[in-house]
């Protein structure tokens, strides 16, 4: 079981970068997804995950009105597209998925990360 982010690098203040997960080894079509993300020194936090059928989303308050998840589950594939973007974003993101099918604690699989760089 793999969870591949990508889509990582690095953008200027204000600008758009949208991350990919793309799972195999197994469906992940019933599980909710999240993205987390973490900078050094600092403990992982929560960015925005989605229920199953993409219906239901929830979002870390800075994140709220920039930040959008979506899935494909025909795809396999959850995103994350981020708009005005802050220097403060700047972190390894990480996808995960739930052992649930709405969004919430504990989420046993994780990706590698991938590394977004806000920076003039």
């Known amino acids: 079981v793999q969870l591949q982010a990508s889509g990582g690098g690095l953008v200027q203040p204000g600008g758009s970068l949208r991350l990919s997960c793309a799972a195999s080894g197994r469906t992940f079509s019933s599980n909710a997804m999240g993205w987390f993300r973490q900078t050094p020194g600092k403990e992982r936090e929560f960015v925005a995950a989605?229920?199953?059928?993409?219906?239901?989303?929830d979002y870390a308050g800075s994140a709220r009105g920039r930040f959008t998840i979506s899935r494909d589950n025909a795809k396999n594939t959850v995103y994350l597209q981020m708009t005005s973007l802050k220097p403060e974003d700047t972190a390894v993101y990480y996808c995960?998925?739930?052992?649930?099918?709405?969004?919430?604690?504990?989420?046993?699989?994780w990706g590698q990360g991938t590394l977004v760089t806000v920076s003039s």
């Open positions: 995960a998925a739930s052992i649930y099918s709405y969004p919430s604690d504990p989420y046993k699989y």
């Open positions: 989605i229920n199953w059928n993409g219906r239901t989303t």
